[in-house]
């Protein structure tokens, strides 16, 4: 019937503007009269400031001001706290240092901003920024975060830099499964520390309105009423009702856009010191490197007990995870509710504990990053997996269908407190082996042996926890906000729909996967359907894009929002049709009594509506309505992911050859989008497997600070993916069975790819796995490894 | 970081030594240098501009010399800061060798660079340093070998000889208030007879390790460092530095 509604595969509405360059990005925007900030950042990654002196800055022709962090603490500017309460084993909570938006006393990492400086022109900022004078007192500094224990104090009140030692698990449980082990598997992984590189770098503009006292704030962000909130109640840049939140198109965000940064903070506190004068910031790509949050950058210890038969007892973990060198907005939860949540997996073992030491250190920031959490844990899981299969000498694919979730167990309670809803692991691995032909795997060994090649294969099974997330859990669990969602649908006098979304696109196509929802529920064609994001005075308070939500949390709020309106619809059709209200029945657009070819369009409804002369006298005119959906669970899409890998034995380069993606996402409402948003995760995925590492050195420089030497992933790194959606198993927790899909290729292809370098060269190799790490495994072998 | 270097220069020592003593043909020798100021017997203040990539700063150098054994060797230590490319400082032990009526320079340097210059990287940052040494090193041994060698011709005695010369030096800035230097010939840049035991690590920058070599210490560490990646980390360093040493090392002598 609707041949661009829910399953089809509708091309994206917004590619238009975007392919033709006719998108609205922060930095497209201009206001009369603004000036321009620029940041004068710490060089030292640990530093006391012992003055500045900004009288040179200031006599610069064009400054309007230089701030520093005195001026903020005297307007009383609040700190930027991180939103999620973490408490340590013994109760106490987590260890917060000030995060002022403009260093005070101290500068902590390199990049920390010292001072702002605003200048008629961008030039005239730069080389204003350049007479100021800091006295710098510089202290010893710490980036490793397995030195951070001990290290210099980041924070001066928190010893050790432990921000909290946290567990999850039954110990005393476990410790006695491994005492009964026959086997135990162990792996020691570093997962290595990303930076985010959106293709859109982060900006700012602040309006402050003296007429009003009203602030308007147009950024980069995936979250606008968080940004909101956090401004107006912690940072105090101005009253909640008074800020006025735009995030136009914003190019990529992958995480680090859902972030309170100091930046957008002081622009608009800058503009409203100036009496109104619009404050632009705009960050270059030097800048984002040592300002955007980063992500990953831990340290496990992994052990896993198996019987006799391959069986998994237990898992017992221990990971340090590195948080920067102030607590971002939600660092506290990804190496925590976000990560050791997830180790048990697909699998069914009986018993897990894992512990997690947090510390401060003087890089920058670090928080959510595509996956957030869940691609550390499926790291671990996959690789110590593979580890175990190696040491018994079963094959891992097989060693994993032994240890799966049975699909009759569900819903499934793990021993890390999450409860799956619904799944298949069986379904998802057969149908991946099958497509790669994993059965004839040693032939296409042989066949690159016999041109000097080595040849792996690596299976990864991932799960992930999305569609973030039911309020009373987070909220039970240290959150500081509820992660519901919330949609209006609104009809004009034409039947044309403004449909209002809480959550944000910046890549992921809601604008055409909303409409498709609304599309068919409502049975009114796609063009005559307009989605609404980004600005806090015309959608509904909402909590943003993140943790694969959007369609899973908001799409389910604009469903529940077109169901109400059908319902009313029904009560205008009894009444125009001289029906019971019970014997009106939707379909594609139209109310019908039961029995009859009595109807009335959805159309005529509508107008019925908005023109009420004929109308049921109980009922309120319009056809306008909001729903706010907060989830009973999470979503747990999972699936399986092969890699097979050539590697060049004289150079050390391995190739993706293949990469087999398997996904059960549930119900899906437009395949095209979906491929696009997997083929975006396995590159992600691939680069961090591969190429990507953010490097400090040991005085707390980021040596890896421009593309000359972070090697982000290119189309020419990455195979033909071979991406299939299973007819899965719907999620229990919405009504459209979604489960989201924005994560999963970087969740489950750094262990996909990493195992097949392992099975290629007979060892692990840690991420990134450069030529160089490879071509030294095979340098200290005495002979090629055969093929086993 | 740690690194040690030497440079054969065709002069006797006590000309080496008065020569790296006079402020003029140091300012001379030193590529960019804007202002050469003697505060005191032990102290001095450049201003140097250096273009490395694409950060283009002026290093305003802050030096101090101490353990003087003239004409054998002394101790510099000083600090650049580079305003928004970030900053430079180190410091460095220089000895001046006598061979025949020739003279070996050796230095073994610490030095730390912050801020764009560590984030740029070492791709952009080694051909910088590396030209800026060599322009160095061959302008200062053309003028204290060609004020020795009167009368004959350059190319013989004047210069310094290199195993790898990678671009024909530039000749030495005339400052109109100085004496001119003799009209520059073709001497090819500084010799380097650095150990080339890194060159695993630095098998990236195959040409870093002919110039500067990093100690034992360095190469312990590095090697413990391979497997955390560290010294893709280490190279860039290394080479942003050789710009601060080298300044360091000229100031210094004065």
């Given at each position: 019937?609707?041949?661009?509604?829910?399953?089809?595969?509708?091309?994206?509405?917004?590619?238009?503007?975007f392919?033709?360059?006719?998108?609205?990005?922060?930095?497209?925007?201009?206001?009369?009269?603004?000036?321009?900030?620029?940041?004068?950042r710490?060089?030292?990654?640990?530093?006391?400031?012992?003055?500045?002196?900004?009288?040179?800055?200031?006599d610069?022709?064009?400054?309007?001001?230089?701030?520093?962090?005195?001026?903020?603490?005297?307007?009383?500017?609040?700190?930027?706290?991180?939103?999620?309460?973490?408490?340590?084993?013994?109760?106490?909570?987590?260890?917060?240092?000030?995060?002022?938006?403009?260093?005070?006393?101290?500068?902590?990492?390199?990049?920390?901003?010292?001072?702002?400086?605003?200048?008629?022109?961008?030039?005239g900022?730069?080389?204003?920024?350049?007479?100021?004078?800091?006295?710098?007192?510089?202290?010893?500094?710490?980036?490793?975060?397995?030195?951070?224990?001990?290290?210099?104090?980041?924070?001066?009140d928190?010893?050790?830099?432990?921000?909290?030692?946290?567990?999850?698990?039954?110990?005393?449980?476990?410790?006695?499964?491994?005492?009964?082990?026959?086997?135990?598997?162990?792996?020691?992984?570093?997962?290595?520390?990303?930076?985010?590189?959106?293709?859109?770098?982060?900006?700012?503009?602040?309006?402050?309105?003296?007429?009003?006292?009203?602030?308007?704030?147009?950024?980069?962000?995936?979250?606008?009423?968080?940004?909101?909130?956090?401004?107006?109640?912690?940072?105090?840049?101005?009253?909640?009702?008074?800020?006025?939140?735009?995030?136009?198109?914003?190019?990529?965000?992958?995480?680090?856009?859902?972030?309170?940064?100091?930046?957008?903070?002081?622009?608009?506190?800058?503009?409203?010191?100036?009496?109104?004068?619009?404050?632009?910031w705009?960050?270059?790509?030097?800048?984002?490197?040592?300002?955007?949050?980063?992500?990953?950058?831990?340290?496990?210890?992994?052990?896993?007990?198996?019987?006799?038969?391959?069986?998994?007892?237990a898992?017992?973990?221990?990971?340090?995870?590195?948080?920067?060198?102030?607590?971002?907005?939600?660092?506290?939860?990804?190496?925590t509710?976000?990560?050791?949540?997830?180790l048990a997996?697909?699998?069914?073992?009986?018993?897990?504990?894992?512990?997690?030491?947090?510390?401060?250190?003087n890089?920058?920031?670090v928080d959510?990053?595509?996956?957030?959490?869940?691609?550390?844990?499926?790291?671990?899981?996959?690789?110590?997996?593979?580890?175990?299969?190696?040491?018994?000498?079963?094959?891992?694919?097989?060693?994993?269908?032994?240890?799966?979730?049975?699909?009759?167990?569900?819903?499934?309670?793990?021993?890390?407190?999450?409860i799956y809803?619904?799944?298949?692991?069986?379904?998802?691995?057969?149908?991946?082996?099958?497509?790669?032909?994993?059965?004839?795997?040693?032939?296409?060994?042989a066949?690159?042996?016999?041109?000097?090649?080595?040849?792996?294969?690596?299976?990864?099974?991932?799960?992930?926890?999305?569609?973030?997330?039911?309020?009373?859990?987070?909220?039970?669990?240290?959150?500081?906000?509820?992660?519901?969602?919330?949609?209006?649908?609104?009809?004009?006098?034409t039947?044309?729909?403004?449909?209002?979304?809480?959550?944000?696109?910046?890549?992921?196509?809601?604008?055409?996967?909303?409409?498709?929802?609304?599309?068919?529920?409502?049975?009114?064609?796609?063009?005559?359907i307009?989605?609404?994001?980004?600005?806090?005075?015309?959608?509904?308070?909402?909590?943003?894009?993140?943790?694969?939500?959007?369609?899973?949390?908001?799409?389910?709020?604009i469903?529940?929002?077109?169901?109400?309106?059908?319902?009313?619809?029904?009560?205008i059709?009894?009444?125009?049709?001289?029906?019971?209200?019970?014997?009106?029945?939707?379909?594609?657009?139209?109310?019908?009594?039961?029995?009859?070819?009595?109807?009335?369009?959805?159309?005529?409804?509508?107008?019925?509506?908005?023109?009420?002369?004929?109308?049921?006298?109980?009922?309120?005119?319009g056809?306008?309505?909001?729903?706010?959906?907060?989830?009973?669970?999470?979503?747990?899409?999972?699936?399986?992911?092969?890699?097979?890998?050539?590697?060049?034995?004289?150079?050390?380069?391995t190739?993706?050859?293949?990469?087999?993606?398997?996904?059960?996402?549930g119900?899906?409402?437009?395949?095209?989008?979906v491929?696009?948003?997997?083929?975006?995760?396995?590159?992600h995925?691939?680069?961090?497997a591969?190429?990507?590492h953010?490097?400090?050195?040991?005085?707390?420089?980021l040596?890896?600070?421009?593309?000359?030497?972070?090697?982000?992933?290119?189309?020419?790194?990455?195979?033909?993916?071979?991406?299939?959606?299973?007819?899965?198993t719907?999620?229990?927790?919405?009504?459209l069975?979604?489960?989201?899909?924005?994560?999963?290729?970087?969740?489950?292809?750094?262990?996909?790819?990493?195992?097949?370098?392992?099975?290629?060269?007979?060892?692990?190799?840690?991420?990134?796995?450069?030529?160089?790490?490879?071509?030294?495994?095979?340098?200290?072998?005495?002979?090629?490894?055969?093929?086993? | 970081?740690?690194m040690?270097?030497?440079y054969?220069?065709?002069?006797?020592?006590?000309?080496?030594?008065?020569?790296?003593?006079?402020?003029?043909?140091?300012?001379?020798?030193?590529?960019?240098?804007?202002?050469?100021?003697?505060?005191?017997?032990?102290?001095?203040?450049?201003?140097?501009?250096?273009?490395i990539?694409?950060?283009?700063?002026?290093?305003?150098?802050?030096?101090?010399?101490?353990?003087?054994?003239?004409?054998?060797?002394?101790?510099i230590?000083?600090?650049?800061?580079?305003?928004?490319?970030?900053?430079a400082?180190?410091?460095?032990?220089?000895?001046?060798?006598?061979d025949?009526?020739?003279?070996?320079?050796?230095?073994?340097?610490?030095?730390?660079?912050?801020?764009k210059?560590?984030?740029?990287g070492?791709?952009?940052?080694?051909?910088?340093?590396?030209?800026?040494?060599?322009?160095?090193?061959?302008n200062?041994?053309?003028?204290?070998?060609?004020e020795?060698?009167?009368?004959?011709s350059?190319?013989?005695?004047?210069?310094?000889v290199?195993?790898?010369?990678?671009?024909?030096?530039?000749?030495p800035?005339?400052?109109?208030?100085?004496?001119?230097?003799?009209?520059p010939?073709?001497?090819?840049?500084?010799?380097?007879?650095?150990?080339?035991?890194?060159?695993?690590?630095?098998?990236?920058?195959?040409?870093?390790?002919?110039?500067?070599?990093?100690?034992?210490?360095?190469?312990g560490?590095?090697?413990?460092?391979?497997?955390?990646?560290?010294?893709?980390?280490?190279?860039?360093?290394?080479w942003?530095?050789?710009?601060?040493?080298?300044?360091?090392?000229?100031?210094?002598?004065?």
């Open positions: 019937m609707n041949d661009q509604g829910i399953g089809a595969r509708t091309l994206r509405v917004e590619d238009k503007r392919i033709t360059g006719r998108g609205r990005y922060t930095d497209d925007i201009n206001q009369p009269g603004q000036a321009y900030a620029v940041f004068v710490s060089p030292h990654a640990h530093a006391r400031i012992n003055g500045v002196d900004v009288q040179a800055a200031l610069w022709p064009g400054v309007l001001a230089v701030l520093t962090g005195e001026d903020a603490a005297a307007d009383g500017l609040g700190n930027l706290p991180c939103g999620w309460m973490v408490r340590s084993k013994d109760g106490s909570d987590m260890k917060m240092g000030p995060h002022p938006v403009l260093a005070q006393g101290k500068a902590r990492y390199v990049g920390d901003p010292v001072a702002m400086v605003i200048a008629s022109t961008h030039e900022a730069e080389a204003a920024a350049e007479m100021l004078q800091i006295d710098w007192e510089e202290l010893p500094a710490i980036a490793d975060v397995g030195e951070a224990h001990g290290g210099p104090v980041v924070h001066d928190i010893p050790n830099n432990l921000i909290y030692d946290w567990e999850i698990g039954d110990r005393a449980q476990v410790d006695a499964a491994f005492g009964k082990a026959a086997q135990i598997a162990k792996v020691e992984i570093v997962n290595n520390r990303l930076i985010t590189n959106a293709m859109e770098p982060r900006a700012a503009i602040g309006a402050y309105e003296p007429g009003t006292g009203s602030s308007t704030l147009y950024l980069t962000s995936q979250n606008p009423h968080v940004h909101r909130l956090v401004m107006s109640a912690f940072v105090n840049v101005a009253p909640e009702h008074k800020l006025h939140v735009i995030a136009p198109d914003v190019g990529g965000g992958f995480g680090s856009k859902i972030f309170i940064y100091n930046e957008e903070c002081a622009v608009v506190w800058a503009s409203r010191r100036l009496n109104g004068v619009p404050v632009k705009t960050s270059d790509r030097s800048e984002a490197f040592i300002t955007d949050a980063h992500g990953r950058d831990h340290i496990s210890k992994a052990e896993l007990a198996l019987d006799n038969d391959g069986n998994f007892l898992l017992r973990v221990n990971t340090k995870a590195n948080l920067g060198a102030y607590m971002s907005t939600f660092s506290s939860c990804v190496p509710y976000l990560y050791a949540t997830l997996g697909q699998y069914k073992t009986p018993s897990i504990y894992c512990d997690v030491q947090a510390y401060y250190t890089t920058v920031p959510a990053n595509r996956g957030a959490g869940r691609p550390e844990a499926c790291y671990l899981i996959e690789t110590l997996v593979d580890q175990a299969a190696r040491d018994i000498g079963m094959d891992p694919a097989e060693l994993r269908r032994r240890n799966f979730i049975p699909k009759d167990a569900f819903p499934y309670r793990t021993p890390v407190a999450l809803d619904t799944g298949d692991y069986e379904k998802t691995l057969d149908e991946a082996l099958g497509l790669v032909d994993y059965a004839n795997f040693a032939q296409r060994r066949s690159s042996e016999a041109q000097g090649k080595l040849r792996g294969i690596g299976v990864c099974c991932y799960i992930e926890a999305c569609g973030i997330a039911p309020s009373a859990v987070v909220g039970s669990l240290g959150a500081g906000v509820g992660l519901w969602e919330s949609a209006k649908v609104r009809f004009s006098h039947g044309k729909l403004q449909v209002m979304t809480g959550t944000h696109t910046h890549g992921q196509g809601h604008e055409t996967t909303f409409a498709q929802l609304v599309s068919t529920k409502l049975g009114v064609p796609m063009d005559d307009e989605v609404i994001h980004g600005d806090t005075e015309k959608t509904p308070v909402g909590m943003g894009t993140y943790g694969s939500r959007s369609l899973a949390v908001g799409g389910e709020a469903a529940k929002s077109c169901d109400k309106l059908i319902e009313k619809g029904k009560k059709a009894a009444h125009l049709l001289e029906a019971s209200e019970g014997d009106i029945e939707f379909k594609n657009g139209s109310f019908g009594v039961r029995g009859t070819d009595r109807a009335k369009s959805i159309g005529e409804i509508v107008f019925a509506a908005y023109v009420p002369h004929n109308y049921p006298a109980d009922l309120e005119p056809m306008e309505e909001m729903a706010f959906f907060d989830p009973p669970n999470f979503t747990f899409p999972a699936g399986t992911y092969v890699c097979e890998v050539e590697i060049d034995q004289n150079t050390g380069i190739t993706v050859e293949r990469l087999v993606a398997v996904d059960d996402f119900n899906v409402v437009n395949p095209m989008i491929e696009g948003q997997v083929h975006g995760g396995l590159v995925g691939i680069g961090q591969l190429y990507e953010a490097v400090y050195d040991d005085t707390g420089q040596v890896t600070g421009s593309y000359m030497d972070y090697c982000m992933p290119r189309a020419d790194n990455v195979p033909y993916f071979e991406v299939h959606t299973v007819a899965g719907p999620c229990t927790s919405n009504s069975g979604v489960k989201g899909c924005g994560e999963a290729g970087a969740i489950g292809a750094p262990a996909a790819v990493i195992n097949a370098i392992s099975n290629a060269i007979g060892t692990h190799v840690d991420m990134p796995a450069t030529p160089e790490k490879v071509w030294r495994v095979l340098q200290s072998r005495q002979m090629p490894l055969a093929a086993e | 970081m740690d040690a270097g030497e054969r220069i065709k002069a006797p020592r006590q000309k080496v030594w008065e020569g790296l003593n006079d402020p003029e043909i140091l300012k001379q020798a030193i590529p960019g240098c804007e202002e050469l100021d003697k505060v005191s017997d032990d102290e001095l203040e450049a201003k140097v501009r250096a273009k990539g694409p950060v283009n700063a002026k290093f305003a150098g802050k030096v101090t010399l101490s353990n003087i054994k003239a004409p054998e060797s002394y101790t230590s000083g600090e650049g800061r580079g305003g928004a490319a970030g900053f400082k180190g410091g460095a032990n220089v000895q001046l060798d006598e025949g009526d020739e003279t070996v320079l050796r230095y073994d340097a610490k030095a730390d660079v912050g801020g210059l560590a984030q740029i070492s791709r952009l940052v080694q051909g910088s340093a590396k030209k800026i040494a060599d322009q160095f090193f061959s200062f041994a053309r003028i204290v070998a060609g020795e060698a009167e009368g004959e350059a190319p013989e005695k004047a210069g310094i290199d195993a790898k010369a990678e671009a024909p030096p530039t000749p800035k005339k400052a109109p208030s100085e004496p001119t230097p003799p009209e010939t073709p001497s090819p840049p500084p010799v380097s007879e650095a150990s080339s035991s890194d060159s695993a690590d630095l098998a990236a920058n195959s040409s870093v390790s002919n110039m500067f070599s990093a100690p034992p210490t360095a190469r560490s590095s090697v413990a460092a391979r497997d955390n990646f560290m010294d893709w980390g280490r190279n860039p360093l290394l942003i530095s050789a710009i601060v040493v080298v300044g360091i090392i000229l100031a210094l002598i004065v």
